[in-house]
């Protein structure tokens, strides 16, 4: 009997930890990347810098865009359906909310695309101050978490 209960015991716990790695929300499909510099980019007012974003090779990349607004600096990610705003700031890096004179996609658009509750759990990634480097890697990282399912395959 006391066999038993062990197995029983260590068949729950491997049923949990399992259960727990697949919350991770790590796809396959967006662990490779790609992020390069858009050296002729038309940029307007206050853009500093702009960046093509793609997961797979030929497909139309996400771009993000560089402004440093006071003592913050936004990174805007854009594509045809959907943007979204991280921002580095004295409360460190994440989510923020997007202005409107930056929009360029109806935020009505980019509301269906982009999970509310997924914006709320990044809008601190990092407390600490990073750089441009870092802060692509981590949207590159956590973008596709921000997709509601039914959208993710925009990125492809």
Known sequence: MKK???VFVFVVALFI???DAG???LNEEFVHYKISRIENFD???GVEKAWALEYRPGADPVIIVK???KSA????VKSEFFEVCYAA????FGVAIMRNNWRDVPEELSNAVINAEAMKGQ???TPNKIGDEKALELIACYLPGLLNDSYKHLLN
């Open 89 to 92: 700031g004295h409360k460190g």
């Open 23 to 25: 919350a991770t929300g």
């Open 67 to 69: 402004r440093k607004v």
């Open 17 to 19: 930890v399992n259960i």
């Open 43 to 45: 940029a307007a007012k």
């Open 4 to 6: 038993l209960s062990l």
């Open 73 to 76: 600096t936004y990174y805007m």
């Open 123 to 125: 809008s601190i990634l």
